[in-house]
């Protein structure tokens, strides 16, 4: 349900919008999250690569790399978000509406992409860890 003052992702901006500081909020909470995940990575770095075979210890140090990337990559994603939302929204205030559409939820699909993938992994990882001892 979509509110009054609320302009839903992919929509096109047609009339004022509220200056307060919502695209900074939502870029802050991404750049958590893009903590969040750098951190758990660095942490799989760690962890993995005891857990398998010391035949197989450096696939253990897959995932960690590809969460670390994707963190910088979450990471500069908000920023350019934030700076697109915020250039849309203040166009919008503009005597002339803007035909710019908001950005959608491309980000948030990364991300639960991301999460179910590394999840496969650690499970895989504990599963092979759990068969070989």
Known sequence: M??????????????PFDPGLQPERTELAWRRTALAVAIGSVVSLRIFPLLLPSDAAAWGLAPGVVGIGAACAFWLAARRRQLQTTATLHASNAAEPSTAALPGGGMLFALTMLATAFGAVSLTI????????
């Open 126 to 133: 504990v599963a092979v860890s759990l068969l070989a001892h």
């Open 2 to 15: 979509t509110g009054q003052g609320r302009i839903p992702p992919g929509s096109l901006v047609s009339g």
